[in-house]
């Protein structure tokens, strides 16, 4: 491509040069800097793109994409406002506007983004479509998957992958989009079809400065969306129901306790800890992308919790609007059996384990939400301490256990900083302990505390009994929980059968 048919897609304040020269792709990064691309000079939190112009130019940097020239640098420069919304705009170009060729599905939620999108997927797949998916977990492109770095890729990145599945005739792709991602412009010319805002609690406060910044920024995946599009909203969820009179898109409306929504269920049983429910849709629902037929049918869910349910409706609405069939529909939600890490049941026999992240207060009152309605007779709560996540979260993390702790008759929690298994940037500081231990203790909860995972995990399974739960609650610093635990109970329970007992394991990426 020439570089100015490139520019001619950015607002070009001020440009050192006016001769075409042929460009062969375009960087961020001066370590990956290829001869003859354009290196856009992002000024990201911890470092700016300037200050490594000189190493891009050098590795082959033909032109450079700057918010102040650097006269040093004898190349074409094209002064911008943001590098970085440049960046996702001539990334959307270069790679000749890819979301435009697909039907393109944008999931955001504090909780449950990651399953959401694998149920999205699940279905779509289900009803026989190529897919792509992109999130926390996993990029996937059709059958081939790889292990992911951001939960929303850098806007370079993300524009790549999109073009690598128009490439192989994808023609649906389901992706979590992160507050991060809306407010650092990664997202920002990506053409979504479908919106999607199931949630949001407090988290990323840091990151966003204050709680109503991270509103603004994760709503803007709704709030920008245009009228031919669709926006599904939770009616259950104060911030989601309020971006219905915010945006042009046609809205949708799912919830579990209004009546007034669009998609709705009723009689649900969670007495297994996985969900049966009948889905109610009063009327058909004619949207700019597709159509959804009045009608009820029975859901019966592979994957267990309370917030399971949410996660499902948005998916079936996502589903129905692209074509699924209910049959479809109603087989996927049976098969899908979860995301890792997320209300994930590894072991049922004689008690249940279950694999939580825990990740903040809502993921917390979600979580031991659906314990209260389950069926068991104890729990035992295994908790990793989040790490470097200050201590205001640390707080409300304890202040929610705190809260639900006598409805779960809970007067116990084996607590670990899992020293050993966190890298630097998730260590435990010791505020943050010491926070935890205060709220327990006003709270009359009584803490065994271990610095290493696994003698805390060891702790919680030689306590459980016949029909009790051993939750292992907590984000980094339970990833190996699962397998320490499974493990474990192989050296214990010397008469179970290896290969079922690790079979949750088997598509693992946390903890491996």
Known sequence: MNIQKLMNHIEVLETNYTKDIKVTGLAYNSRKVEPGEVFVCVRGL?????????????????ALVVEEFLPELDVPQYRVTSARSSLATLADAYYDHPTKKMKTIGITATNGKTSTSFMANAILEEQGLPTGLIGTVVVKIGD???????????????????????????KHVVMEVSSSALELDRVGNADFDIVTFNNISREHIDLHSSFENYVMHKSKLVTRAAKDKVAILNLDDAYSAALQDQTEAHVVTIGV???????????????????????????????????IPQGEFTVSLGTPGYHSVYNSLVAIAIGLLCGASVETIQRAMRNFTGVERRFEMIFEEQFKIIDDHFANSGNIDITLG?????????LKLVYAIRGDRGVTVNRENAEAIARWAPKLGLNEVIATTSKSHVTSKDT???????????????????????????????????????KDVVLLAGCQGMDYGAKLALEQLAEMRPELDKEKLYKPLATRVAGV
């Open 370 to 378: 659906t314990l209260e309605k389950m069926d068991y007779k104890d």
């Open 46 to 62: 911890k470092a700016d793109g300037h200050d490594y112009a000189p190493a891009a130019v050098k590795a082959g940097a033909v």
């Open 144 to 170: 081939k998957a790889e292990p992911s770095e951001l939960t929303t890729p850098e806007s370079l990145d993300l524009q790549h992958y999109f073009a690598q599945m128009v490439d192989v005739e994808i």
């Open 428 to 466: 435990v500081a010791e505020e943050e302990k010491r926070v935890f231990l205060e709220v327990m203790d006003a709270a009359g909860i009584t803490v065994h505390f271990y610095e290493e995972l696994p003698e805390a995990v060891k702790q919680g399974l030689m306590k459980a009994e016949q």
């Open 257 to 291: 306790e209004s009546e007034e929504a669009d998609i709705r269920c009723k009689d649900l049983d969670l007495s297994t800890g996985r969900a049966t429910f009948t889905v109610v849709i009063p009327h058909t629902i004619e949207t700019p992308q597709g159509t």
